[in-house]
């Protein structure tokens, strides 16, 4: 119940003192009316999620500017081969846009000069691929749950799905995708943005432009690069093969844990 106690309600409770609220301050707030609207909403559900959730996340390790690697591999795919991806490209990513999507109560389709006026987050954070290779970076990007916030989670909502430009295994039936999901733990978590920016410059092609996750704590594939698509959804089964990711269907744990 503390849970959802808004900033006033929670100065009036402090203000009942210990004794006021051994005496049921909750009771008193359950039969406000507005209270029971709030926590009946999907935002009461959402808020719920993180608070319950996100309470004593551990964040990933983050370093100082001197820290950063002076290179920093590209890794899987380095440039989307298709014809939407260079026609995106060659018109400076102006005609992109992030379409957030599923279980959400409005839709969004978020350009790339919208997401760079949002509120944004910059962390120097290691990415360690699981071939066995690590590199510091900075990266700058929009927390991924004030997007969601935007989008409004509807109840039933668990993961995110992320679904990027590139293929990387060329099949008939778009099975060579490449895909990443989280759960709303990691969506929520501060550390967690979608990222345009990489050492104070815009991503490059080979890093992922326009723009790509950054879900710290996880390991490298995690990371999606060429962002097209978030869905939320309360289930990944029925996406190819069931398991999550590109690297997932193909073996691969789902929570890659650093
Ligand atoms: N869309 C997409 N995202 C991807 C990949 C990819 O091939 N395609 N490779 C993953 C892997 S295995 C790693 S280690 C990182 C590499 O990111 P980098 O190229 O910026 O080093 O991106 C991850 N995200
Ligand atoms: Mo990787």
Redesign the pocket.
Known sequence: MSLFLTRRDFLIRASLGAGGLALGGCDVLEQRADVNAVLRSAEALTMKTQRLLLAQRPSAREFSSADISPT??????QMPDSQAYAALLGGGFADWRLKVGGLVDRELALSLAELKQLPSRTQITR?D???GWS?IAQWTGVPLGLVLRMAGLKPGARYVVFY???E?EKTLDGSGR?YESIDLIDAFHPQTILAYGMNNTDLTV???APL?LRVERQL??K????LMQIDVVDSFSALWGGRGGF?EDRGYEWYAGI
């Open positions: 920093f591999r590209v890794n899987g795919t990415h691929c699981v071939e590199a990027c430009a590139d990387l490449y080979g890093h992922g790509r490298g594939y990371q999606a690069k060429y690297w």
